[in-house]
């Protein structure tokens, strides 16, 4: 595992920012705790990427990026504010392309890779929008 690389460490700043916002009272869907909420798969995909990436269980995370992204993308945008879809679309290319440009899969895991949807990585990482930070908030 490759993931000590150069900028690995800005990346992992970069990351851990929208970590801060991603579960934001101000900021996630209505009602996505909520098993019956159509944003609930959303949200518990999102957050186990959170929590796959903090422990540093990298090998799985592709998956859990592809169900996050599918259920992004079937989410009706009547539920899911734009910010908060931008948000989170920016934050799974953060950890797609950390994933893949800082090796953080063993040889015999890469294969997992596949699972990264391609949009995830055609799309360049942006830090977190400037509309969305208030001051004091974190």
Known sequence: MGNFNEGAKE??????????????PRLVPDQCYRMASTTYRLVCYVNQVTALY??????????????SYEALENTPHARVSEPYRALVLHYLSHIAHF??????????????????PQSLLELSPAPVPKDLEMPGEF
Not at 13 to 22: D, L, N, S
Not at 101 to 116: A, S, T
């Open 11 to 24: 990346a992992r700043r970069e990351i851990k920012r929208f970590q801060e916002y991603i579960n934001s």
């Open 54 to 67: 903090l422990s540093k269980n990298y090998s799985v995370i592709p998956i859990f990026l592809k169900r």
């Open 99 to 116: 994933i893949v440009d800082f090796e953080c899969l063993d040889e015999d895991e890469m294969h997992n890779i596949d699972f990264i």
